[in-house]
Each structure stands twice: as structure tokens, then as C-alpha cells.
């Protein structure tokens, strides 16, 4: 019996990223940089412990309006993608308006939303939510078109109607689609968070990174990059586990070395 080998795929990363910190520590101490302008890892390090607490909460503050906006940008533009697929009218109406909003530089948005929503969650979830919304929205209406018509075919022969043909047959193939732009989603969403933080907020990291820049507490300032690069990252891997049990039939989901072992035909 052969016994699963572990990955080492992340070695080289970590080894590069071990290289960068220490470059980074040895380029502050001896060219003597101000701390003002570049801080040492270590100096970041001891912002992250000496603020811990303040960061916890701005760290709950924007991952709690990242998951909201993310979420709604889900389940809006799902439906929305199909029933612009299912129904020619209806994208002759709607799409022309969905790329006009789309074109709309998100931040010239938000200053509107804090006017009308105020400075709570409200307008941070909104500007997420537009930032999702188009890569959810295209993706999945190029998932729900690249289903086999041979197949939908031949669920039809076998009596089978509308929903057989879309569960069968149209949403399987739609779902690498559709997590592709959920994957690329979950990255702009701690952007949208952010970017609506920074016009108009009193908590979050993005009101920490805007106190920090006025403050000259670079430490800090890099401190809260830190944390929303590792909250990026942290969400995305998790669309990636999620995509990985609902799809494990998919190619895309396959080791490199199974499918370098796999028989020639």
C-alpha cells in the first residue's frame, strides 16, 4: 500500500519569504532607516503584539463587512446571471446598465453611500458588494453557456424539462466557472471594505491605516497591511477548500501528479 506523501510545495515560497524578512531586517539596521519611513519586521511584529487588541477589533470590524458584501454579491448575482442567460429579452434590457455600473469607479460611489447610508456598516457593505458583484456575475453567466448542447440534448430525449436540463446538465459545467469569479471576488472584497473605510469611518482597519498614515506610526501602518494580506489570503484558500468538496470531479481539482500519471491513451 503507498503511502500519501506529504506536499513541499510551500517550501520554496516560504524559504523566498524567509530570504525577503531577513534582506528586509538586515537593509533597516545597517543602512540605519527611519522608522517613520520604513519600519524592521521585528518593529512590525512588536506593533502587532503592542496593538493587539485594537487590531482584533478593527480585524472583526472589516471581516465582518468583507463577509457581508462578499455574501450579497453571491446571492444576487447568481440569479441574476440566470436569468440574464435563460432570457434573451431580459439581458437586452439589463446587462447594457449592469456594464454601465460597472464602468462606475466604485470610490466615486462611496462618498455618496456615506451620505446616504452614514458612517456605519452600511455603505462599506454596499461598496463591497459592487466590487464583487461583476466577476461573480460574468463568470457564471460564461459557465451557464459553456454547458455541452449534446448533453442538454440528450436529457430532453430522456423526457427530461427545463430544471432536468439547468441541474443536470448547465449548472454542473457552470461551477468551475462560477467559483473562478468567486475566488477573484473574495480578493476585491477586503478591498471594497477598505476603500469604504477609508471615506468615511471610526472603526476598521482602513480607519487604522488612515490614523496611522496621519499618525507617522508606520509600525502600525504595516501592522494592518499584514493583517488584511492574511485575511485576503485566509478567504481565499477557504473558496478554495469549499470549491475543492463541491467539485472534486472537476480537472482543475486533480493533483499535478495524478494527472501526469494518468495513462496515455
Same mark, same amino acid.
Request: charge should be positive; include cysteine; charged fraction near 10%.
Given at each position: @500500500?503507498?503511502? #500519501?506523501?506529504?506536499?513541499? +510545495?510551500?517550501?520554496? #515560497?516560504?524559504?523566498? +519569504?524567509?530570504?525577503?524578512?531577513?534582506?528586509?531586517?538586515?537593509?533597516?539596521?545597517?543602512?540605519?532607516?527611519?522608522?517613520?519611513?520604513? #519600519?524592521?519586521?521585528?518593529?512590525?511584529?512588536? *506593533?502587532?503584539?503592542? !496593538?493587539?487588541?485594537?487590531?482584533?477589533?478593527?480585524?472583526?470590524? =472589516?471581516?465582518?463587512?468583507?463577509?457581508?458584501?462578499?455574501?450579497?454579491?453571491?446571492?444576487? *448575482?447568481?440569479? $441574476?446571471?440566470?436569468?440574464?442567460?435563460?432570457?434573451?429579452?431580459?439581458?437586452?434590457?439589463?446587462?447594457?446598465?449592469?456594464?454601465?455600473?460597472? %464602468?462606475?469607479?466604485?470610490?466615486?460611489?462611496?462618498?455618496?453611500?456615506?451620505?446616504?447610508?452614514?458612517?456605519?456598516?452600511?455603505?462599506?457593505?454596499?461598496?463591497?458588494?459592487?466590487?464583487?458583484?461583476?466577476?461573480?456575475?460574468?463568470?457564471? @453567466?460564461?459557465?451557464?453557456? *459553456?454547458?455541452? #448542447?449534446? @448533453?442538454?440534448?440528450?436529457?430532453?430525449? @430522456?423526457?427530461?424539462?427545463?430544471?432536468?436540463?439547468?441541474?443536470?446538465?448547465?449548472?454542473?459545467?457552470?461551477?468551475? /466557472?462560477?467559483?473562478?469569479?468567486?475566488?477573484?471576488? $473574495? %480578493?476585491?472584497?477586503?478591498?471594497?471594505?477598505?476603500?469604504?473605510?477609508?471615506? +468615511?469611518? =471610526?472603526?476598521?482597519?482602513?480607519?487604522?491605516?488612515?490614523?496611522? !498614515?496621519?499618525?507617522?506610526?508606520?509600525?502600525?501602518?504595516?501592522? *494592518?497591511?499584514?493583517?488584511? =494580506?492574511?485575511?485576503?489570503?485566509?478567504?481565499?484558500?477557504?473558496?478554495?477548500?469549499?470549491?475543492?468538496?463541491?467539485?472534486?470531479? /472537476?480537472?482543475?481539482?486533480?493533483?499535478?501528479?495524478?494527472? %501526469?500519471?494518468?495513462?496515455?491513451?
Amino acid at each position: @500500500m503507498r503511502r #500519501p506523501r506529504l506536499s513541499t +510545495g510551500w517550501l520554496v #515560497p516560504a524559504g523566498v +519569504g524567509v530570504v525577503v524578512l531577513v534582506a528586509w531586517q538586515l537593509a533597516v539596521d545597517l543602512l540605519d532607516i527611519p522608522t517613520y519611513i520604513l #519600519p524592521s519586521p521585528l518593529q512590525t511584529v512588536e *506593533s502587532l503584539w503592542s !496593538n493587539r487588541l485594537e487590531l482584533w477589533g478593527a480585524t472583526l470590524v =472589516t471581516t465582518g463587512e468583507v463577509l457581508a458584501g462578499f455574501l450579497l454579491a453571491v446571492l444576487v *448575482s447568481v440569479p $441574476i446571471a440566470m436569468l440574464l442567460v435563460s432570457f434573451r429579452w431580459f439581458e437586452r434590457i439589463v446587462y447594457p446598465f449592469l456594464v454601465l455600473l460597472q %464602468t462606475v469607479p466604485k470610490i466615486a460611489l462611496a462618498p455618496l453611500f456615506v451620505v446616504w447610508f452614514g458612517f456605519g456598516p452600511g455603505p462599506k457593505v454596499l461598496v463591497t458588494f459592487l466590487i464583487c458583484f461583476f466577476p461573480i456575475l460574468l463568470d457564471t @453567466m460564461t459557465g451557464l453557456r *459553456s454547458s455541452n #448542447p449534446d @448533453m442538454a440534448s440528450l436529457v430532453r430525449t @430522456m423526457g427530461g424539462g427545463r430544471w432536468a436540463v439547468f441541474s443536470k446538465v448547465r449548472l454542473p459545467s457552470a461551477l468551475p /466557472h462560477l467559483f473562478a469569479g468567486v475566488k477573484v471576488a $473574495i %480578493t476585491l472584497a477586503v478591498v471594497g471594505a477598505v476603500v469604504g473605510e477609508f471615506v +468615511g469611518a =471610526t472603526e476598521g482597519l482602513g480607519y487604522l491605516l488612515l490614523r496611522a !498614515n496621519a499618525n507617522l506610526d508606520t509600525p502600525l501602518l504595516f501592522a *494592518s497591511i499584514v493583517i488584511l =494580506t492574511v485575511l485576503g489570503l485566509a478567504l481565499f484558500y477557504l473558496v478554495a477548500l469549499i470549491e475543492r468538496l463541491v467539485i472534486p470531479w /472537476h480537472v482543475s481539482q486533480r493533483s499535478e501528479t495524478a494527472v %501526469t500519471a494518468a495513462p496515455a491513451i
